[in-house]
């Protein structure tokens, strides 16, 4: 099995005391809206990619992050948002790989 | 009766006239973070001796609290995320009020020294542009 290094997203609260947590916003190659697919990640600071089932886990591709605070009515603030290269596909392992003598 | 001439927010507010509001209502809207506080003030009334302040939630149609006071403006804190018209009435010392002034009623409000209807809108501080590393 390959290894994919995770990534992860990190930004400071929101001020607002009635916040009750966040959601992150995936798109590629295009600034997110609160139509884009979306993850509650809960009242957390960080994540890492693997957890935000919204990035697509492809291959070279520039996927921008949206992050929204949320209060208990599920009013979300204005998104701040993240363009950033993602790669999440190991290149091919090594074949023929074989001891011979020296 | 008594009756209150003026009623505004505080002009250090960030002032946001949304297109539809505008539109429909001609009311301007004062943008706020949750969490911020607002002060509204207004014009005192003769033979007033007390004030009574309440705010009206839009979204959900209740009445935010009830406070007096004896000065010509209220600090209002802690307010939810959510649009809200304010409302203000006089008393007297023999406990007679006047009829509420309300915010978005530009018979009694004014924005920028002109006769204009408000409402405060409180929405969520977003968070920080990310980081990804």
Known sequence: MAKIIRKKISWTPSTSPDVEGYFVYAEIGKDPDYNSPKTDVGNVTQVYTDEVSTIPQTEDVIVHIGITAYDEMRNESTMVVIAAPFDFVAPDAPTDVKVEDA | ?133
């Open chain 2, 1 to 133: 009766m008594l009756r209150l001439k003026t009623f505004l927010v505080s002009a250090a507010l960030l002032l946001i006239v949304t297109a539809a509001y505008a539109e429909q209502f001609d009311l301007v809207e004062y943008w706020k973070y949750t969490g911020e506080s607002v002060t509204v003030s207004w014009d005192p009334v003769d033979r007033a001796t007390k004030y009574e302040v309440k705010s009206h939630r839009v979204e959900s149609g209740n009445v935010v609290g009830i406070w007096e006071t004896t000065e010509t403006e209220y600090t209002f804190t802690g307010m939810k995320g959510g649009h809200y018209d304010m409302m203000v009435r006089a008393g007297d010392d023999s406990g007679t009020w006047s009829t509420w002034s309300v915010s978005i009623d530009p018979a009694v409000a004014i924005v920028d020294n002109e006769p204009r209807g408000w409402r405060l809108y409180f929405h969520i501080a977003p968070p920080s542009i990310p980081v990804i590393e």
